[in-house]
Nanobody
Framework: QVQLVESGGGLVQAGGSLGLSCAAS????????MGWYRQAPGKQRELVAT???????RYSDSVKGRFTIARDNALNTVYLQMNSLKDEDTAVYYC???????????WGQGTQVTVSP
């Protein structure tokens, strides 16, 4: 059983930057693909970025070039660096782990990111 805890959310002005962290307890993260997802009010949860066990990354078109996902298996932590934030990035951001980038099995509780105009 993997437990994931996100941190680093908050309020930031448009154009600013924010970094999220996801700390895991339980089995080592190195055996899982990891991902960040988000859910804005009134919208479905959507994929933001994923990183495989071999560090291959994938991004949604809406964040490509602005967000960076990274992982540190020694620290059992996954990161999401968000730059050039836009109003539409406002959402609850969730960390997830699974056997591959297309299957999220374990989820964190989420952290709110609010981008002000």
């Amino acid at each position: 059983q993997v437990q994931l805890v996100e941190s680093g959310g908050g309020l930031v002005q448009a154009g600013g930057s924010l970094g999220l962290s996801c700390a895991a307890s339980g089995p080592t993260l190195s055996i899982y693909a990891m991902g960040w997802y988000r859910q804005a009010p009134g919208k479905q949860r959507e994929l933001v970025a994923t990183i495989t066990r071999l560090f291959t990354t994938r991004y949604s078109d809406s964040v490509k070039g602005r967000f960076t996902i990274a992982r540190d298996n020694a620290l059992n932590t996954v990161y999401l660096q968000m730059n050039s934030l836009k109003d539409e990035d406002t959402a609850v951001y969730y960390c997830a782990a699974g056997p591959n980038s297309d299957s999220a099995v374990y989820w964190g509780q989420g952290t709110q990111v609010t981008v002000s105009p």
